[in-house]
């Protein structure tokens, strides 16, 4: 069984359109992230949710909105998509908020056309 | 604020020769400190992590790395490297102290040659 699964694993998209990506986690940690990998592989924290609520928020627009129904799961929407949008999410957990015990997803790759 | 500097961002190796990447932290208090991997087209790996126990940490995969307080450096190391280590390696530090938010470096590529 996966531990932290995503999906889509892959997702193409035009500009303007509103897309999710969900992930979910069956390792009972408290807390979930997603994070943001550009072209570059540069990888940036976006959000955290601790038992749905929201503990961290980058300096993220306002067009991505995390929402969390569970603590197993942490979808993200991401409205009006735009070029530079396109990247790799990768989802997380961990347990009781520690650096040390996080799990990746495998990641969402976003393309914009 | 935290952070890591990865001081190469492509390392090329024979197979069978040692690996060293680099790695300097930048924190106002004792961090932890982690290498992951990442091969093509793939998830994020924790090879080895640091939180404040032996200096000497020991990951999979034959990876290990020395934390460094006098030199703030946290480099990683295996003796001898295998096709399969081929990918992109990422030193990563802790937010803050008590936080779980992960800072991540620039990353290295590592490629190896038969």
């Known amino acids: 069984d996966t531990a932290v699964s995503q999906t889509p694993k892959y997702l193409v998209t035009q500009m303007g359109n509103d897309k999710s990506i969900k992930c979910e986690q069956n390792?009972?940690?408290?807390?979930m992230y997603w994070y943001k990998q550009d072209s570059k592989k540069f990888l940036k924290i976006m959000f955290s949710?601790?038992?749905?609520?929201?503990?961290i928020n980058e300096t993220v627009p306002n067009r991505f909105s995390p929402k969390s129904p569970d603590k197993a799961h942490l979808n993200l929407h991401i409205n009006s998509l735009e070029l530079g949008d396109s990247a790799v999410y990768f989802c997380?957990?961990?347990?009781?908020?520690?650096?040390?015990?996080?799990?990746f997803g495998s990641g969402t790759r976003l393309t914009v056309v | 604020a935290q952070s890591v500097t990865q001081l190469d961002s492509h390392v090329s190796v024979s197979e069978g020769t040692p690996v060293l990447l680099r790695c300097n932290y930048s924190?106002?208090?004792?961090?932890?400190l982690f290498w992951y991997v990442q091969h093509p087209n793939k998830g994020l790996q924790l090879l080895l992590k640091?939180?404040?126990?032996?200096?000497l940490v020991k990951g999979i995969n034959g990876f290990e790395a020395e934390f460094k307080k006098s030199e703030t450096s946290f480099h990683l190391t295996k003796p001898s490297a295998h096709m399969s280590d081929a990918a992109e390696y990422f030193c990563?530090?802790?937010?803050?102290?008590?936080?779980?938010?992960?800072?991540f470096g620039t990353g290295t590529r590592l490629q190896v040659f038969p």
């Open positions: 997380a957990s961990s347990p009781n908020a520690q650096a040390a015990g996080y799990t």
């Open positions: 390792l009972g940690h408290d807390t």
């Open positions: 949710y601790n038992n749905k609520e929201l503990i």
């Open positions: 924190s106002s208090y004792s961090p932890s």
């Open positions: 640091y939180t404040s126990a032996a200096t």
């Open positions: 990563v530090v802790s937010g803050s102290y008590n936080t779980d938010k992960l800072i």
